[in-house]
T-cell receptor, first 110, second 113 residues
Framework: QKEVEQNSGPLSVPEGAIASLNCTYSDRGSQSFFWYRQYSGKSPELIMFIYSNGDKEDGRFTAQLNKASQYVSLLIRDSQPSDSATYLCAVNMGDYKLSFGAGTTVTVRA | DGGITQSPKYLFRKEGQNVTLSCEQNLNHDAMYWYRQDPGQGLRLIYYSQIVNDFQKGDIAEGYSVSREKKESFPLTVTSAQKNPTAFYLC????????????FGSGTRLTVV
C-alpha cells in the first residue's frame, strides 16, 4: 500500500470554477501535511500546510484535514490558467522526512 | 536572498561514468535531502542528512552516494552502479526544529547518453 495517494487526474476545470484535489495517507500518527505546486520542468513550491483538523484558508486556496479519515484535500477557488500545474500532497511520516504522493495534474481551461 | 542552489541545471552522463550533483543552501537549515523524480511516480527519497558528517539512506539509495562535510553543502554522486539514472533530481532542506516543510532547489535534469 502506498503511503500517500492522490486522485490520479488529470483534472480539467473551466476558468473560474473550483478545483478539488484529494489525498489519503496510511500513517495514522502523521501530524503535518503540505501541498506543493509544481509547474512543468520546475521544482515544487510550498503553497499550503496544515496541522489541525478542519479548514485553513489562504487566498484562493483552502486546505482541509480530517485525521480520523486520514484525508487531506486542497480546494482552488476561482481557478485561473496560471493554476495549471501538478499538485503534490506531502505528509510528514516522522523523523522530518516527507512522503509525497504522485501528484495530480490540473489544467484550467480559459 | 536565502535559498538552495543546485548545479548544473542539465547534466549528461556517459555509460560507466560517475557524476556529482551540487547542492548548496544558505538558509541555515540543519536537514538536507535528495529526491529523484520520474514521470508519473512522484518524488522518491534517495538520501537525507540531519547533521554534518551524518546521513541516512532513503528508499532508493542503491547506486548513489552522498557526503555532508559542511552544513551548507550536500552533494550527490550518481555512480556507474545506478543503471537507470535518467531523471530529475531535487535537493531540499528544512529545519529540524519545528515543522515547516521543505524548501527545494531548482533541480538538475540528468540524462544518460
Amino acid at each position: 500500500q502506498k503511503e500517500v495517494e492522490q486522485n490520479s487526474g488529470p483534472l480539467s476545470v473551466p476558468e473560474g470554477a473550483i478545483a478539488s484535489l484529494n489525498c489519503t495517507y496510511s500513517d495514522r500518527g502523521s501530524q503535518s501535511f503540505f501541498w506543493y505546486r509544481q509547474y512543468s520542468g520546475k521544482s515544487p513550491e510550498l503553497i499550503m500546510f496544515i496541522y489541525s483538523n478542519g479548514d485553513k484558508e489562504d487566498g484562493r486556496f483552502t486546505a482541509q484535514l480530517n485525521k480520523a479519515s486520514q484525508y487531506v484535500s486542497l480546494l482552488i477557488r476561482d481557478s485561473q490558467p496560471s493554476d495549471s500545474a501538478t499538485y503534490l500532497c506531502a505528509v510528514n511520516m516522522g523523523d522530518y522526512k516527507l512522503s509525497f504522493g504522485a501528484g495530480t495534474t490540473v489544467t484550467v481551461r480559459a | 536572498d536565502g535559498g538552495i542552489t543546485q548545479s548544473p541545471k542539465y547534466l549528461f552522463r556517459k555509460e560507466g561514468q560517475n557524476v556529482t550533483l551540487s547542492c548548496e543552501q544558505n538558509l541555515n537549515h540543519d536537514a538536507m535531502y535528495w529526491y529523484r523524480q520520474d514521470p508519473g511516480q512522484g518524488l522518491r527519497l534517495i538520501y537525507y542528512s540531519q547533521i554534518v558528517n551524518d546521513f541516512q539512506k532513503g528508499d532508493i539509495a542503491e547506486g548513489y552516494s552522498v557526503s555532508r562535510e559542511k552544513k551548507e553543502s550536500f552533494p550527490l554522486t550518481v555512480t556507474s552502479a545506478q543503471k537507470n539514472p535518467t531523471a530529475f533530481y531535487l535537493c531540499a532542506s528544512s529545519p529540524v526544529t519545528g515543522d515547516y516543510g521543505y524548501t527545494f532547489g531548482s533541480g538538475t535534469r540528468l540524462t544518460v547518453v
